[in-house]
């Protein structure tokens, strides 16, 4: 099931930047923990950026330096901005809310990333 509408993704060339959004009017994103995801062809899915509670953000180290993600609870709204833009980024990104309490665990439809001249 999708939850969450995920939108900014295309191609973009090597260098460039692009950012992503997850937005999910009904709910309350302070009550959940944001991540984002990213699965490439042929690969596992991998955990890109993992948004604590407190406010500090993990990042995988392929993304350490050139990601940023972020979010706006009173927009609902999650964002992921990616920099310095790699072709071994291209993937299918993914945002999901885990909640902190009782609830669903929301996943975007994910959105396509591509990183070639």
């Known amino acids: 099931q999708v939850q969450l509408v995920e939108s900014g993704g295309g191609l973009v060339q090597p260098g460039g930047s692009l950012r992503l959004s997850c937005t999910a009017p009904g709910y309350i994103f302070s009550l959940y923990a944001a991540a984002w995801y990213r699965q490439a062809p042929g690969k596992q899915r991998e955990l890109v950026a993992d948004?604590?509670?407190?406010?500090?953000?993990t990042y995988a180290d392929s993304v350490k330096g050139r990601f940023t993600a972020s979010r706006d609870n009173l927009k609902n709204t999650v964002y992921l901005q990616m920099d310095s833009l790699k072709p071994e980024d291209t993937a299918t990104y993914y945002c999901n809310l885990r909640p902190y309490y009782d609830g669903d665990v929301l996943w975007g439809q994910g959105i396509q990333v591509t990183v070639s001249s």
């Open positions: 948004l604590g509670r407190g406010g500090s953000t």
